[in-house]
């Protein structure tokens, strides 16, 4: 980056994951020039894995929340702003136009604004009481509302079996409350897990005391005067509830880059490096779409993602390539079970299971011919660590191999 650009400075629009660690990534990397990190929330940035649990359940302070506290930011001399709206991109004239009015001018921008979780398209679905997580504000609404199920005895509905929904669930459970969880699929979190282990969640959340009904087809939301009262179904049958927490996935938040110009499909459109088809911006986080060698298009939600594509993203801008070629990983937390996933899963035609399903403490390898591909760890930590060390160095054992607990996965790898 040129003197000129450096001294015209980098905007970073969206104060999450992805955009601190690309700001800071910035600064290790050398660029000495002013960094604006402009969020459009009042808080600044904070994690938001424990939403759906720690925080949700009041076992955590405000503080414990915090990623970067802003006097942490200034002393790298990056700029936060909270409440901001940034309302477009005048590419021609390298500015943000902000909500109040006023511009910004970049000399490199970022974008990492994130994603928003999908409405309910129904009759009642914006009633008082139903309620999506994706923010510390909605994570805080939801345990108010909670609070209230505990003091009323009232029960709560979850619409959707992702991993969102089943955490919220897991959390409403260990409080003492009456769940269901609506699923419109005929198993949880078919589209990422293997049957065998989507299995094992279902009867792990019915032995928790949670009611699935798999196959659900909402119709309505029904309420009163005082907020949401039930969700009835196809069937006409009404599923009382308190509460309706709605889990049905996510949208990227690309309609700044779309309304810019910039290639999107489902997401801002990023290489491996987070460029995109704008030379001066970078994208980074839940709001890309990775082009992949094939020419497909991958879509990662996890912190991981955020983090390496923001590293790599802030390389770019220093005129350096950076691919994010690590192997992705995610974990979930329900009850006290942790699942840790790595690798892609899409496309399996093979599974080992390796450690004892019923004691709660396995890994189910995914394969695709003879090669392994992803794997999924119930409280195997060591599992994970190995798989993810395998996955990177391309390291396949068979699938015998991978379902025998006494064989040893490490020394599959170069010593």
Known sequence: MSAEAATAGIVIVGAGQAGVMTAEALRGGGFEGPIT??????????????????WMAGEIEAAQLVMRAPEMLARKNIELRTGVNVKAIDRSAQTVILGDGSTLSYAGLVLATGSTPRSLPLPGGNAPGVLALRTRDDASA?????AACIEQQRPVVVIGGGFIGLEV???????????????AAPRLLGRVLAPVLSDWYADLHRSHGVQLVLGAQVAAIEADANGVTGV??????????????????????????????????????????GR????????????TARRLADGSLLRLESVQNATEQGKSAAAALLG????????????????????????????????????????????????????????????ASKDHLLVRKLLDAGVSPTREQAGDVAFDLASLLVK
Not at 169 to 183: C, F, H, Q, S, Y
Request: glycine residues 10%; hydrophobic residues 45%; aromatic residues 6%.
């Open 276 to 287: 995109t088809s704008d030379p001066l911006i970078v994208a980074a986080g839940d709001c």
């Open 169 to 183: 669930a897991a959390t409403a459970r260990k409080k003492g409350l009456a769940v269901t969880v609506l699923e």
């Open 37 to 54: 990190l402009l969020g459009d929330e009042p808080h600044g940035p904070y994690h938001r894995p424990p939403l759906s649990k720690a």
């Open 320 to 379: 350096q390539n950076r691919p994010f070629t690590a192997t992705p990983w995610f974990w979930s937390d329900q009850y006290d079970k942790k699942l840790q996933m790595a690798g892609l899963s899409m496309g399996a035609d093979a599974w080992a299971v390796r450690g004892d399903m019923e004691a709660g403490s396995f890994t189910v390898c995914h394969f695709k011919g003879n090669q392994l591909i992803a794997a999924d760890s119930v409280n």
């Open 232 to 273: 009835r179904l196809a069937d006409g049958s009404v599923v009382p509830a308190g509460l309706v927490v709605v889990g049905i996935g996510v949208n990227a938040n690309d309609q700044l880059a779309q309304a810019a110009g910039l290639a999107c499909d489902r997401g801002i459109v990023v290489d491996a490096c």
């Open 142 to 146: 939801i345990a108010d509302r909670l």
